[in-house]
């Protein structure tokens, strides 16, 4: 098989034009085949799959792949902004085998202990009283105000941070995923919160998720304990607070959703099932790399190279008379939870979170609008997500002070008990 040409400069996956407008990047890439180089960031270089069999057949394939970063690092300055997301840790995202198994069995067996009518009413009071703050006026920015503070809080109640390093949990987290200068430090930070926490709960175990998997029969240690809960908090904070803006900019911006925020027939599940297809929060990531030479789709590859699956890419396709947006068929079929063994663990309960913060946003504020022009949006930068800096809209107030008053009840009637259920 001839190998497809490849473009003599990768393309840039940073910087605000990328983050403006990422499709018609892929657009680029796939005219070079199913894999393409492109630059993550100054001097760091990669190959993307942007074809959705291409990216099927790398996320399952364990032998000719492997998912440790190390070989690869080694020839990454040490100071690398994406290295905060793509240097080896011993977690379950960079481990292969058994060691993958160990790691994932613990992860699982965690996150299952979050009973979902527990989650989901957990998450319906604070979203009820997160609407309370801003109802009343008229306008709010749901990325600040409401999708990044929401999945914060099921994070801080799950895991047992203490409230007042919620907010370095999510700059941490953010930090990362933008992959800027201040990714390493943003990264530090997110560290040094939860080694503090293990660390605690080591001493004095709790009811919460840290202290389960301190107890858990993989017999993590404190750092492997660290490694998995930053991991998981990762995943689970700035990817589903992109899902939640993402999803309501689709609602507010598609005219078959025009009657759904006064009860119309599109739902918010459709919302988030269209923008996993056409614009998921995690856009390219699932870094792999050859354990040998060797050549996959056409292309020939180096033992130890960088290659990344785009989910935005995959899961969008170029035919004519249709848009590269188009939905394909089959609901289940996209890739934004990724495939094979290393598939996103907590799909269930970012779904729970996502769904019913969407359904109470709607609930609350029918008639709810875009403030300022789609083209004046702008997206954080960055190679790895999809994200909004700001989605401000403006809706008629609504007076919600018997509804604060009735959450404030529910609040105080669930003192001492953890709002979300975790085990027995």
């Known amino acids: 098989m001839t190998p497809f040409a490849q473009p003599s400069q990768p393309l840039a996956l940073y910087g605000p034009e990328f983050a403006a407008d990422p ?37 399952r394939d364990t032998h000719t792949f492997t998912k440790d970063p190390r070989a690869w690092q080694a020839t990454v300055p040490e100071d690398s902004p994406v290295l905060p997301m793509l240097g080896y840790r011993p977690t379950a995202l960079f481990s292969d085998g058994d060691v993958h198994a160990r790691y994932r069995d613990a992860i699982n067996d965690s996150l299952a202990l979050i009973e979902p009518h527990a989650l989901r009413a957990e998450v319906t009071r604070v979203a009820g009283r997160l609407i309370g703050e801003f109802a009343a006026t008229g306008s709010a920015d749901l990325i600040a105000q409401y999708a990044r503070r929401l999945p914060l809080h099921v994070l801080v109640t799950c895991f047992g941070v203490a409230p007042g390093d919620g907010e370095r949990v999510v700059d941490g987290i953010a930090g990362m995923f933008n992959s800027t200068e201040n990714a ?20 004095q175990p709790s009811r919460d998720l840290t202290s389960y998997l ?3 029969p993989a017999n993590l ?4 304990t660290v490694r998995q809960i930053t991991l998981i908090m990762s995943a689970g904070h700035d990817p589903t607070t992109n899902l939640i803006g993402n999803a309501m900019l689709h609602m507010l911006t598609d005219a078959r959703y025009a009657g759904s925020l006064h009860g119309g027939a599109m739902t918010a599940h459709e919302a ?5 297809w056409q614009n998921p929060p995690l856009a390219n990531l699932a870094a792999h790399y050859p354990r040998h030479d060797t050549e996959f789709h056409g292309v020939r590859l180096r033992a130890g190279q960088l290659l990344l699956v785009s989910y935005a890419a995959a899961n969008t396709r170029s035919t004519p008379g249709l848009s590269d947006l188009a939905v394909r068929s089959g609901a289940s079929a996209h890739l934004a939870w990724s495939a094979g063994p290393h598939r996103c663990p907590a799909k269930q309960p970012a779904l729970l979170i996502a769904m019913t913060a969407i ?14 022009p789609v083209s004046g949006l702008t997206w ?23 509804e604060a008053h009735r959450l404030r009840a529910a609040g105080e009637a669930a003192d001492g008990a953890p709002a979300v259920s975790i085990g027995p």
């Open 214 to 216: 301190l107890g858990h």
């Open 359 to 372: 359904e109470q946003l709607t609930s609350q504020l029918c008639d709810a609008k875009l403030a300022v």
């Open 380 to 402: 954080r930068p960055g190679p790895f997500h999809r994200a909004l800096v700001r989605l401000p809209v403006r809706f008629t107030p609504v007076d919600m002070s018997a």
């Open 184 to 203: 390493a430090t943003a990264y530090a930070d997110l560290v040094e919160v939860v080694t503090a926490l293990v660390a605690d709960r080591r001493a």
């Open 272 to 276: 988030i099932n269209e923008v996993l």
């Open 23 to 59: 499709q018609s990047h892929y657009r680029r890439l796939r005219e070079h085949g199913p894999l393409a180089p492109v630059r993550l960031a100054p001097g760091i270089d990669a190959l993307l799959v942007t074809d959705y069999q291409a990216a099927v057949d790398l996320l």
């Open 221 to 224: 240690d404190n750092d492997e």
